[in-house]
Structures are given as structure tokens and as C-alpha cells.
């Protein structure tokens, strides 16, 4: 038995607007890495299309499992993905803020 922990991963989602450009990531830690895009500190698409919203969050378990649902969204169709958030969202609201409370107890 490993005594080393595997981490949770989580798929999400950012978008410039309601409906606007989206950015599909994975990471195991979506507080600090939803506020890295958020300061810019990421560059590349993100930074090019103002796109820091975040309207999906999905715990996937593992990071394998992440990456392999990232994957599998990033072949969908747009229509299939703005379902996907408004099945959850369907304001576009920005996720964060409410991320960020449950995180810090606040």
C-alpha cells in the first residue's frame, strides 16, 4: 500500500463571456490555478481571449481520470459543452468566488 496519496483532479471550464470563447483545463488544485489565470500569470489562450470565468467545475477523482475526461470533453462539440454548463449553470455565473469561500472557510 502506497503511502503517498493520489490527488484529487478536477475538470474545468473557463469562458470569456456568457457563451463566449471556452478553455477546457485539468488540474488538482482549482484554487490556486483558477487564480493564476485570473492575474494573468498563465499567458498563452487565456491571457489572448480574456477567458477567466469559471463556469464548470467537475471533481473527477483522480488525475488520471481528469485527464481523461478533459480529453474526452475537448473532442465534444461546442453546442455539447455550453450544455454541459448550463445543464449546471445556466447563468454563466463565475464559479470562483463560491470555490473560494468553501476553500477558505469565509
Known amino acids: ?3 503517498v496519496l493520489e490527488k ?3 475538470v474545468y471550464i473557463l469562458a470569456s463571456d456568457v457563451a463566449g470563447t471556452l478553455y477546457l ?3 488538482s488544485d482549482p484554487v490556486v490555478r483558477i487564480a493564476r489565470h485570473k ?3 498563465t499567458g498563452g489562450f487565456v491571457a489572448k481571449y480574456g477567458v477567466q470565468r469559471l463556469v464548470y467545475l467537475e471533481a473527477c477523482g483522480s488525475m488520471d481520470a481528469a485527464i481523461e475526461r478533459e480529453k474526452k470533453l475537448k473532442k465534444w462539440r461546442r453546442a455539447w ?3 454541459l454548463i448550463e445543464e449546471k449553470n445556466s447563468k ?3 464559479l470562483y468566488p463560491e470555490l473560494l469561500r468553501r476553500e477558505t472557510g469565509g
Open 25 to 27: 483545463g485539468v488540474t
Open 81 to 83: 459543452k455550453i450544455a
Open 8 to 10: 484529487t483532479g478536477y
Open 92 to 94: 454563466w455565473a463565475d
Open 1 to 3: 500500500m502506497s503511502d
Open 39 to 41: 492575474q494573468g500569470e
